[in-house]
């Protein structure tokens, strides 16, 4: 098991806002985190990566205590894609960008085999002709691809991202998600994404947790998680899951 959270209870201030929280993540298998606005999925994964440090419960990466481990050695575990990235850091190249991920790495200043492994690494995404790009000059999609190349830089095999479509159209989401169901498949990634489109979700994920509340309301295989009765019990609105061209759909009636 790569991540495994147990009971895990945070609070920012006073009442906890993830009330004894658990899930699992395996090798090969992307896990979708799906809930309302407010329920708690980016704090969650803010706690999995120790951004956050969880009040109560525990949480084992490759079986070890995220609490007991270092910033540098999670980093080698844990790629991180924030939701809304952008810009905050001078007007880097996105050949700079992927570099940075070399940092738990690199000695002090990266070296030739940093830069080599940031050339791999955008010519597997077909990247190569943008790395002199300047990274806000990119387009959403572009720059989603960007964050993921920096996350394979740090040559974790776990990737935690935060709502990595919702800025995209619908050929860029598709794009993102195929790509992470890519390294999945070929590279026994395992990616655990906040996914807001449920549709997608159920396209894309091999299991789902739906959150509620700061709390787990269902988990298991996508198929069983995404389900109309859960949809109206956590989102209050009415949809049907139906097979269309071989395979199931969201639609919210
Ligand atoms: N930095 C913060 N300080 C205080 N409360 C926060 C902070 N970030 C989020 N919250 C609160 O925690 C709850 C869960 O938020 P969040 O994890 O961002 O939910 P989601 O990602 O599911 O939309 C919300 O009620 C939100 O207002
Ligand atoms: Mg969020």
């Known amino acids: 098991m790569n991540v495994i959270a147990n009971d895990v209870v945070f609070a920012y201030h006073s009442s906890p806002v993830l009330n004894s929280v658990s899930l699992r993540l395996e090798p090969s298998e992307v896990l979708g985190i799906i809930g309302p606005n407010g329920s708690g999925k980016t704090t969650m ?3 999995l990566n120790r951004i956050l440090s969880h009040n109560q419960g525990e949480i084992l990466i490759h079986d070890r205590d995220v609490a007991k481990l270092k910033q540098i050695d999670i980093a080698k575990m844990i790629g991180y894609v924030p939701q809304h990235a952008g810009g905050g850091h001078g007007m880097p190249t996105v050949f ?17 085999r940093d830069e080599e492994k940031t050339w791999e690494i955008l010519a597997s995404l077909d990247m190569e002709r943008f790395a002199s790009y300047r990274y806000d000059q990119l387009s959403g999609g572009q720059r989603q691809k960007v964050l993921i190349a920096r996350a394979l830089a740090q040559e974790a095999s776990i990737l935690l991202l935060d ?6 159209d619908i050929k860029h989401q598709m794009d993102v998600m195929d790509l992470l169901r890519d390294l999945v498949r070929r ?7 906040i996914v807001h489109d449920l549709d997608l979700a159920i396209k894309y994920c ?5 959150m ?15 389900t109309a009765e859960n949809i109206k019990s956590v989102y209050g609105v009415e ?15």
Do not use: N, Y
Request: proline share 4%; charged share 25%; aromatic share 4%.
């Open 163 to 168: 709502e990595p479509t919702s800025s995209l």
């Open 206 to 210: 091999d299991k789902a947790v739906m």
């Open 239 to 253: 949809a049907a899951v139906d097979v269309v061209h071989g395979r199931p759909h969201v639609m919210i009636v």
């Open 187 to 193: 590279e026994g990634f395992s990616v655990c994404a």
């Open 212 to 226: 509620k509340e700061g709390r787990i309301f269902a988990a298991g295989e996508a198929l069983d998680v995404i």
């Open 45 to 47: 994964l803010k706690c």
């Open 96 to 112: 700079e960008v992927v570099l940075m991920g070399r940092r738990p790495h690199a000695a002090w200043q990266s070296g030739k």
